[in-house]
Every structure is written in C-alpha cells, then in structure tokens.
C-alpha cells in the first residue's frame, strides 16, 4: 500500500468509532481525516485524541472533501442506501456497514451507483474475516471435506436488544439472522433457493408482542443441492454461542466456540471451562480489522472487493423471504 | 427378581442373537428358554453354546410353552404387530423392535391385544438408554436448563444400507430417523405437532432410484412450544455421529460422540484424535442390555415399561408425516 | 479356545470375586470350578449364583484338584509369592495380582519355581489391557512418534484408603506407584536405570505419622536413554486421575481421563463436564476382562503371557529404589 | 494515565522492534521517542513509520535525553546489567528483558542500583500476563483449589535455536527454563528450596557436543511444601507446546494450548485439529502488550511494578542450581 489512503467515517455510534479506531491503530498507510455524526457535539476529544483533523455534523461534508478517497458509512440502517448513492457519486469508494437497506429496491439503486460511479464497495459482514470461519471456508474450497451436503450455523446472543431496538430492528430474520445468511452463502459458495423459518417466542413475551420472534431454526436448499439449517435464539444465558458445522461427502468440519481461556478448573463438585467470549465485540474484534485490511487493499491494488454488492443484497432477499414463511407457515422459493 | 423370568427369543437375525447373548450373560435371573427362526437350522450349536434349551422353526411354539413369561420379538418388521397380538394373546409379556408396524392400523390393534391382555409391552428404542442420552433427560427433567426452547439431534450413519434394504426399509424416515424422533420426544418430554422435511439426494443417485432420500433436515414444532430439527445423513465418511444439543432458557447442553480411546497424537503435520465409535453396535452396546434389563424389571415388579406402546406407535405418526411433507415440499401438522 | 479351561480362584475378596464375575460372564470355554478363601463361610450363595461347583477355606484344596488347569490367586499381598510357589509345584498355570511380593528374594523364588515347572504365569497390571494405554504402547510400537524422550504418568486416586491400610500396604511407592512403573515399562519398552523420588506428606498428617508419603513426582531415567515422570497423589478431590503423555522425535500423545458421559452443560454460571470415572473399578472394568482373555489364550495356544515374570519383578524394584531415593534425598541407580 | 510518558528503546533486534511496535500502536499517552542501536545504520525508514524522532548508535544518548522518562532495554543479555545500573542512574524508569544478567553478583549490583535511584524496575517475563495463566494464578490466589500441592509446567519449543545461539545462550536452564522457573514461582507465589534436574541430550547430539542438553525433567521443591515438575524439550515436532497443570487440595488446574482456530475436521482417516500455535510471538503476542500495560501503570501511578527485581534475580538462582544438579547428579538445595 504505497499511497496513503485518507477515510471519513460517516456516523459516529459504537460501530463507528470501532472502525476509526481499528484503523488509527492498525493501518499507518490509512489516515481517518474526517468524522462525521449527526450528534458532532462532544466528538472533539476523541477525534483529537486519535489524530483526526476534521469533525463535522453533516456527512455531505466529508463527500464534499477532495482530499478524501474512502468512506466508511456506519450511520443509522435507513441512511446506508442513500449515502452510498451519493458517496459514489462524490467517486468515493465505499465500506457500507450491513445492510445495505431492507428494501430491495433501495439496494439495487445504491448497487447501480456504486456500478456506474465506478468505486470499489465492501458490506459489513465481518464475520467472514473471522479465523474461524475464513478456515471452513479455505477447507470447503480446496476439496477437502469433498462437495458440501449440510451447513449448520448456530448463532444465539448472550441477550435480547432493548425492546426499542427490536421495535425498528427490521426484524429478528433481517437484524440477526443477516449475518447467518451470510455465512452460509460464503461457506457453500452458493446460493439460498428455499427457505422455511420454524419459529417462536420463547425469550420474552414482550418481543412477540412487538410483532417479532426470538427462537427460530431455519431451513434451507442451495442451488448446488446441498441443505442447511440456522439456529437462532435472541438469548443463550451461557453467551454468545457461534458455531458452524459442515458436512461434505468426503468428510466433516465442525467450529466450536472461542474461549477468553483454555483453563478447565476441576473440584469435588464439577469440572468446568470458560463460557464463550462475551459477545461481538469480543468474540469478532479481529475480524473488523481485517474486513478492513481487505477494503483497503481492495483500493490499493485496485481489485474486486471481498464482500461485493450482490452480498448485501442476497442475505436481504433471504431474510425477506424468511419473513414470508413464518407468517404463511410454509416454505419460500427464491430465484437463487 | 426374585422370580425367574423364562423367556423365548423371536427372530434369531443379529439383533435376535445379540439379545440372546446379553441376556445369557448379564441376567442371572432370566433364562432363555427357547429361541424361534424360520431359518431354524443352522441355530443348534449357538444355542447349546448359550445354553438355550429349544430352538424352533416356529414363533407359535414359543408361544404355547407355557414355562415362558416373555418374549422378544426380532423378527422382519412386518411380522411385529401380528406376533405382538398373539403372544399377547397367549398372555406372555413383550420386548418388540422397533417399529411395531409401519401401518397404523396395525399398530393400533396390536396395542389393543397388549392392553386387553395386561401383559407388559415395551418397545426397542435402546438409544434412550445410551449413558449420554439418559443424562440430557435427567438434567432436562432436574429442571436445570429451565423449559426447553430448542431440541437438535444429529444422526448420521458411516455408511448407507445395501441398496436392498433400502427398497424394503419403508424408508429413511421410518427406517433411520424413527429412533431420532424416539429421542426428541424423549428430551423434550412433549409431543411433535409440526414436521417439515427438507430433505436430498446426495449420497447415493441409486437410493433416490429407488424412491428414497438420504440426506435430510427436518424441522419439528412441539406441543409445549420449543422447535427442533433433525439431521440425518446415511453416510458420514469420518463414522456414526450420534449427538444432540438442546437449549433452554436456564442453560445449554450439548453431547458429544463416544470414542474408542482418548488418545490424540501431534505430529509435524496435524493433531489427530479417534473417529466416532464405528456403528450402533459399539456405540449402544451397554443400551440393549439397559433396555432388557428395565423390562425386566417392569415384569418382576410389576410397573410400566420404559418405553411404552404410545412410543412405539408415536415415531411412526411423525415419520409418516415426514414423508407427506417431503412429498408436498410443506410442513404437515400433527394431533401432537 | 477349544479345549474348557477349569480354574479356582484363590481369595473372594473384593478382586478375587471380581475375577471370578468376570470369568463367568465372558468366558464361556472357562470354568471357575472352585473358589478358596480362608473366610468362606459366607461365600456360599454367591458361589452358586455363578455355578461355582466347590468352596474351600484352604486353597491346598484347589491346588490338589487334578482337574483344575489354573489359578488365580488374589489373596493378601504377603500369601502371593509361596501360593505361587506351591501352585507352580501341583503345575497349575498362574495369574497372580500384583505384587508378586514386597521381598525380591522371594520374588525370585516365585519366579524360579514357575520357570521350573513349566507353567504359564501372569502378573495383574491391568492397565496395560486399558484401550487408552494399549493403543498408546500400539501407536508407539508403530513408530508413529519416532523414538521415545519424554513418559509423564499421572495417577492420582480420589480418596487416600483407610489408614490402617495405608500401614500395611508397603509404603506408596509399592502400593499405587508400583502400577505406573508397569505402566512407564510397558510404553517405553524399556528399563528404568534411576529414580529419584520427590514426595511430601500434602494430604493427610497421619500418612505422615504412619511413615508414608501421599504426594510425589518421580523423576526417572530410561536404558533407551529417555527421561519420564510419574505424578502421584493419594487424592485429588475432583476424582481418578489417570492420564499419559509421550513425546517422541516425530510427534507426542496425549491420553486424558475417561469420563461416563460426554454431557457438557452450559448455564449463566459455568460451562460444566462430567469428572473422571469414579475409581479403578469403574475406570478399568474392561481391561480386568481383558488381562484374563490373555491369560487363557496363553494357556490354550501355549504362547507368553502378556505379563511376565520379569514385569511382576521389575516394579517392585524400582518401588524400592524410589523408597532408598526418598530417604536418602537423592537419585538411586538400578540395573536396568 | 494523564502526563505522556517518553521512552527510548534500547536495543533494535526482533524484541526491541516488537516493544517499539507495539507502544506506539497501543499506548497513545507513551511516545517511543528514540532508539538507540549499535546498527543504528538500516534503522532510520522504520523508525520514521513509527514516528520516532531520534535514532542513536549510542545508548548513552537516550540515557542523556531529560525528557525520557523510561527505557526498555532490549538489547543483548550480557549489557542488561550494566545498562540497567547507567539508566538507573540518570534516573530513568527500567524495563528490562529477561535475564538481567547470568553472573548473580551483577544482577544484586543492578539492583542495588535501581534501588538506590529509586526508579520503577520491571523484569520481561511475558508469559506472567497471558490470558491463561494469570486466570490460572488468580484462580490459585483466590483459593478455589486450596492449597497447591502439585504443580506441572510443561514447555517445549517446536524447534532447536541456531548451534550458534545455543554456544552463548546460557544454556537451557538459563535460556529456556529461566521462563518456567518464573511461572511456578508466579503460580505457587513460593520460592523453590530444590532442584533436581534430569536431563539429556535427544534432540541433536550437536547441542550436547556445544555441552548443553535439549530435553529436561526438573523436579521441584517449594519453601510453602509443595512439589512441582518442569518439562523442557528444545523439540516438540507438533510445535510450541505451553501448558501448566496445578493440584491443590480442593481442586486441580489444567491450560491447554491456544490454537489458531477451533476447526476441527474429520474424514474417513482421522479427525483432525490444529496445532498449537506456531512459537513465542503468535502465542505470546497479547502479553508483551500487557506487560508493558502494567509497566507504564506503575510508572504513571507510582506503583510497584509487576515484576520486580527479586522475580529477576530469583530464576538465575534456580538456573544455575539446576546447572549444578545436571553437573553433579543430585539434588541442588536454594535458600528459598
């Protein structure tokens, strides 16, 4: 990465600053020159204290800065479809956080722009960067467990959101679930055909009453023929539970859990280990830096991204889908 | 047991003999008076081995002896309700493998004769005595999860049945994964009301030549409200994979393969630990003779059998509905 | 095994009834004919209940039995070496538990008179028939690891026995030590040359006062020029500790603890395993079966036993010299 | 941490680079501002990326600069010691890497010194910081396993140093060992009153013709009356092998290995999992952040540091008197 690369961080929530500061840290080559957030007010410090010259209310300002190649749009879910249009038409390149938008005509527009401007667009989906999952994948691909039959994910958190944020949440298939569509697709390598969502209330009441789920397990068929199934659950008390299982026909893969240690105490009465890290942040810290890595590098070498705008799109329609079935209580057919 | 129990062995194929064996060996106060097998002949120097004192051709002889208390019927699968309902007749108590039938009706009548006839039935669903099977129930019913949520069991073989076999097993879902909805059942203490089979061809093109799956994920709804899913597959290279996970919303538990040994090695080139036991027989081994000895018990003293005749017709009904819903591509409802 | 094999056990205590449970039930081309114990008053019932024809007070009787081919002898520790003698003398094969006796003079004797009559002679190190240790010693032999540097045993018992027994029972390096210096032979295949006994007094005083030890970490050299390791404790609270490591030039095994289930359960608190099988009876239940199928597939193929005379003298030597080691607080050279 | 505190590194090789490296990356209130190297030549690139403003040939130069707070000393073994009592007094904070020095008497002058001025003195045992053994040592501390009675580090390196490396390294004792002689002394939180080292030469017999060993068993005595083992190999061909098990009177400890991934996957031949991960500085890498944490904390809160001069001194002692029990044969007694 020979030309430094100057970024405005559009949004300024924990997601935002998490990406300005993985990148301050870890990425010399890259300068965070710019912050943007609605609520600019007591930014200053910490923009100071991580070197970031400018700070300003209005993201329009940082589209309007010459000097800045990439933007980083970690604004609000309901901005990213209409920043992107106009990051691109401003010749940014773009890291759009996930989703690109929960309607799908929306997410084509903000693709067709990225398209014509000609910029390079990366979506959010860290957890592909995760060395966990970025190994299955690297097996899946070179042969060895032989051609994919079944891929299970288990993704439960360690608690619920506040009702509010369930509330404008989109939606547990398309807030939580997303990240599992993903997955699949990236460790198949192919594309979602069906899908049935077998799902309940089973956490707390109140997040039915808001019209969501909380428990579900999702079915599913690949174009490549294989099947594969999602455990989802807005509440595991012993934490954030991530783990993928794969079969292909000349062999298994499974991921377990990572652990803050690999102590196991014994006494008269147990014997026990950790309980998975904490929750996202722990668990998939390293992941944000490399998502991050690969964007840039994505600009540097001028090559294709390593989470394209169909992969903010397909996960959307799949949730969208996934919506449909458990309300009509039968299985969803998608072009694939 | 103070009482010795006399019994006489229907079916003298590999599970006929393994029973035989097991109770030769492990129950002193039972004797195995006789054993019955159309194909009689070549039975004379094993039985005389076990100390089995009449070998017949036919089951009725077993029947009219009436120094026996009980049978174990191990005959073809469509022999089962017919010799169930006269050897209840005929007052003797019944071990029955599973299935009863794979007809309802005739699973109906044969429950019938038993209740009319007061005498113990109990059905050959050995895997709810696996040590690893038995302890999940425990701890589910100890309440120490708090109400299940979500129930998974993996069943996988090493390898598919003769194609043979396949023809006349009345299918995998009544064949394979008849024991796995035993076992969610059996977890969850509750009864299945929904079932949906997503299901594939992927090992074999010549099994779905012949009007069968062999790969499926079926995702189940239960009456007090938590969801499942199964996962079969007739061949799993890496060997039997035998596991089951559930949620509740006090804790997680999940159950891991048996081995053969705890040994890993390390070398320069991987860390390498023992595939799976290598099929039922050495995986439940210690099962079929848990499962003899409840019934048993239940005729010494007198109390209900560990697995009763609702077990054995319930398995079927789900089955049954498995295979309409992966007929119709929808899920199929059940009394529950 | 062709020809029936009659043996008497000498000694109903809790192994030698054990033994003879175990013969019963798995060896059908074996007869426990008799059963000698110098209390046999109430062995009566027991003895019927396994067919047992004859129980005697004096072993002499056994010995003067013509058609008995073999004993067991699992009498008291100090009866071992002359029973053997005498057995040897009426030309009875020989299982004898361990060990053969604390006096290497005697020992010898025992030795001497076994080689002058002919007969086939076996010590009870049990272990060596475990799955886990077998297949390391297999995996070993295989030169799977290359040539052996390092042998770390660790055995820890749940609970220290009564203290009266602990007076007599040799001190413990030749009680419990005594097992895993088989143990360190049996997977080196070599000779030890050095011990040097690291102990303390950490568990009980009054082991102390009797003039034992209840922790200690012997350091040993190997002929084959590899160094090993024996980690003992008279209790771990968390139960029967039974694990080895190897390490070799092309790679190192690890063996960890059996465990009766596989169940892990996760809650809020902790995430939670089972703890090891209880103690030596549920621990090595099997290898009790095993090490009589060897014995009688020696006598009925007329092949060396799987434990010789050598194996039952070796150990209690290097017991000894770890006993010289402890008191002089140094090194103490053997043979090899 | 309000004041900026500046240090200089002296000493630019592979570990100098690394504490560079990672201040600069993890400690915005601490600014590397110089480096000093006898091959200061090749220097001036990189430490211009990391934004160091002075690059000097000459230590002496960073000891001169007032507006140093601190140095870490980097550079090789036999200057720790004097450049310690230099820095120490031109009144400058000291980390120092281990080991201070082999000679005892420099090491007490070194100290001396560091007391005299009153500085802040911290000794790079790492490995004190690990995410797994200080769980290990706060689960000791909090008395969750009683009293330790027990304790087991094992410590082998995936390969040999360079011949040349091993010829002025100390020896093993010194070089490798001196690491785990902290570890026990950090989880018992006791002195070691004896060593006893059994040891050999089986990895390269070009090590012991430089008149070292390759592979260890150090037996261990403890002032507090516990016993512990160290094991040592220059070659674990599976790779960096880092564990510790500790038994105490109310429970026992084990740490396994961290891995790269938790991918473990099983085909027809083996079920396969990572190896450790590779050496010191993928395994190690949060710890040397940490220690330096812990470091610039102590400085900024005017507190003892993590690793005083006594954990410094303590290791040499008990490397050296493992040097002589290797020498003589015998165990080696310290003043504990």
Redesign the interface.
Known sequence: MAKQINVGVIGAGRIGKLHAGNIV??F?AVTVKAIADINAGGLADWAQ?LGIADVYQDYKQILADPAIDAVIICSSTDTHSHITIEAAQAGKHIFCEKPIDYDVKRIHAALEAVKKAGVKFQVGFNRRFD??FK??RE?IQSG??G?V??V?VTS?DPAPPPLEYVKVSGGMFLDMTIHDFDMVRYLTGSEVT?V?A???V??DPAIGAAGDVD???I???FKN?????I?N?RQ????Y?QRVEV?G??????????T?????????S??????PKYFFLERYMDSFTEEMKEFFQSIAENTETAVAGIDGLKPVLIGLAAQESYRA???VKLEG
Do not use: F
């Open positions: 840290k870890n010399p204290s060395h966990n190994k299955v097996l060895a467990i051609d039959q079944i299970k439960r069906e049935y077998n799902a309940a089973l956490v428990t579900a397990l079915s599913l068929k023929g294989a099947i594969g199934m455990d659950c595991a008390v012993y934490g539970d079969l026909t000349k062999g298994g893969i499974t991921v377990t859990n990572d803050p240690t690999t102590v196991v105490m014994s006494t008269g147990a014997v026990t280990a950790d309980k209580g039968k299985p």
